[in-house]
C-alpha cells in the first residue's frame, strides 16, 4: 500500500522505529508508542485511568505539586475525571445561588461527610446535628469525633428555635438534611441559614434524599450541600461516591483535607457518576411522579396506617417542600407503615410487607432505577428500641420505599397485594 492511500488512522511501526529501537524487551514493552492528544474534543468524558501524571521538566512537576502552576500529580491528589464529575455538581448545585460554587469529588458520600466535618472541627468545638441524621454521621460525630473532644447537640431538625438555642460560641457547624430518612421531614433550609449567619456558624446541608433536581440548598442560604453520590446522582447503584460543593474559600480547605485523609474519588467511578448527571432531571423528575403516584393510590389503603410522603397535602411540612423544591418534585422516597396485625409489637408486619413484595426488591440503598425497600427498625435503625423510635417518630413497622423508574401501576399493584396480604 502506498503511503497516499495508507488511512490516516492506521496505527504503524516501521521497521527499525519500535520506539526504543536496540533497547531491551522490557523497556519496549513499557514504554510503548502513543497517539498524540486528539485536537478533536471527545463528546464522552474520557476516564483519566492513572495514578500518576508526567511532566516535561522536574521544575514543572514542583511547581504543580506545590499549587503555583495548575495541573495533576497524582490521582489521590487530582483526576480530571473525578473534576469533570465536581464541576458538573458544582454547575447544578450553583443553579440560582448568587455566590461562585466549587466542588469536590470524593469515594463515598461518608468520604464527604467525614472530611467535611474533620475540615469544620477541632478540639473544643461543638456541632448541632438533627437527631434522625443518617447512621453514618451520627457515627462519625459519636464515634470518631466525640474522641477528639468535639461535643454534639442533637435536636429536632424541623424545629429552627430548638437549632438556634443549642448553638453556642463553640459550635462549628450546623448540620441538616434536606429530606430525613426515613421520616421525610424536610427542613426549613432559609430559616436555618438565617440563624446560622446570625451566629457566623457554616451550614451544612446533606441533601441526597433530594439532589440538585430536587432542591438546590445553597441557593437557600447552605454554605456546603454534601450529597452521597452513590444514591441519585449515580442512579444505577452500581456506583458508589460522594461530592461536596459550596464556597470556594471552604471547599478549598475541604480539598486540602481530602487530600491528606485521602478519601478521593477514583476515575472509573468518576466516568459513572458524570453520566449519571446528565440523566439526572429526567430521572429524578420520573422518580418523583411516580412516588407522588404511589402515595396518593395507597394513602386510602386499608392496610394501610399512614404514609409519610413531603407531595402528600397532610405531611407537615407539605407547604415547606413546595417552596423549597422544584415545581411537582418532593423526591421519590416514601415510607409507608402498615397496619400492625399484632404480632411482635408492629415489627412483624413491616418485614412481612417486605417479604410479600415482587417487583420491588428488598435491599439496603436508594435512588437507583430499582425500587429497593427495607423495613426500618430492623434495618437502618437497628440501633433503636422502641422507645427510641418513637421519639424519633418512626413507628416499629414503617418500611421505606425508594421508588426506582418502574411504571406506577405496577408498583401500586405489587405494593397493595403485598399489603393485601398482611390481613
Ligand atoms: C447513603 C447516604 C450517605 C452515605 O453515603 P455513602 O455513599 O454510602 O457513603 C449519607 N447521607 C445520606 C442521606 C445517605 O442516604
Given amino acids: 500500500m502506498s503511503e497516499e492511500e495508507r488511512p490516516l488512522n492506521l496505527p504503524i511501526v516501521e521497521p527499525g522505529e519500535s520506539g526504543y529501537g536496540s533497547a531491551g524487551e522490557g523497556t519496549r514493552a513499557v514504554h510503548t508508542p502513543r497517539p498524540a492528544p486528539p485536537a478533536q474534543v471527545p463528546v464522552g468524558l474520557p476516564t483519566y485511568r492513572t495514578s500518576t501524571f508526567e ?18 500529580t497524582y490521582s489521590r491528589i487530582d483526576n ?13 448545585e450553583a443553579h440560582g445561588c448568587d455566590r461562585t460554587v466549587a466542588a469536590q469529588p470524593f469515594a463515598s458520600g461518608m468520604a464527604a461527610i467525614s472530611t467535611v466535618l474533620l475540615t469544620l472541627c477541632a478540639a473544643g468545638k461543638h456541632v448541632v446535628a438533627p437527631a434522625a441524621a443518617y447512621g453514618g454521621t451520627y457515627g462519625v460525630l459519636e464515634h470518631i469525633l466525640a474522641r477528639f473532644g468535639v461535643d454534639r447537640t442533637y435536636v429536632d431538625g424541623t424545629d429552627v428555635e430548638a437549632v438556634r438555642a443549642a448553638i453556642t460560641d463553640r459550635t462549628a457547624v450546623v448540620w441538616a438534611e434536606t429530606i430525613a430518612n426515613p421520616t421525610t421531614a424536610v427542613a426549613d433550609l432559609p430559616a436555618l441559614a438565617a440563624v446560622c449567619t446570625e451566629a457566623g456558624v457554616p451550614l451544612v446541608v446533606d441533601s441526597t434524599f433530594a439532589s440538585p433536581a430536587v432542591c438546590r440548598p445553597l441557593a437557600w442560604g447552605a454554605d456546603l450541600v454534601v450529597h452521597s453520590a452513590t444514591k441519585y446522582l449515580g442512579g444505577h447503584s452500581d456506583v458508589t461516591g460522594g461530592v461536596v460543593a459550596g464556597d470556594v474559600d471552604l471547599v478549598a480547605r475541604v480539598r486540602r483535607a481530602r487530600v491528606d485523609l485521602g478519601g478521593s474519588l477514583a476515575p472509573d467511578e468518576a466516568f459513572l457518576l458524570h453520566r449519571g448527571l446528565a440523566t439526572l432531571p429526567v430521572r429524578m423528575a420520573r422518580h418523583c411522579e411516580t412516588a407522588l403516584a404511589v402515595a396518593e393510590a395507597l394513602a386510602g389503603h386499608p392496610g394501610v396506617e399512614r404514609i409519610d410522603y413531603p407531595g402528600l397535602p397532610g405531611h407537615p411540612q407539605h407547604e415547606l417542600a413546595g417552596k423549597l423544591f422544584d415545581a411537582g418534585r418532593y423526591g421519590a422516597v416514601v415510607t409507608i407503615t402498615p397496619r400492625s ?22 435491599a439496603t440503598s436508594l435512588g437507583g432505577v430499582h425500587t429497593l425497600v427495607s423495613h426500618v427498625a430492623s434495618t ?44
Fill in 341 to 362: 396485625a399484632g404480632r411482635g409489637g408492629g415489627r412483624d408486619a413491616g418485614l412481612r410487607l417486605c417479604d410479600g413484595l415482587r417487583v420491588a426488591r428488598v
Fill in 55 to 72: 511532566f516535561e521538566t522536574a521544575q514543572q512537576y514542583a511547581d504543580v505539586l506545590g499549587d503555583r502552576e495548575g495541573g495533576y
Fill in 80 to 92: 480530571p475525571t473525578a473534576d469533570a464529575f465536581a464541576l458538573g455538581v458544582a454547575a447544578l
Fill in 380 to 423: 437502618t435503625h437497628r440501633q433503636f428500641d422502641d422507645a427510641a423510635l418513637a421519639a424519633a417518630g418512626i413507628p416499629p413497622a414503617a418500611v421505606r420505599f425508594s421508588i426506582g423508574l418502574e411504571d406506577a401501576e405496577d408498583l401500586i399493584a405489587d405494593i397493595a397485594g403485598a399489603l393485601d396480604r398482611l390481613t
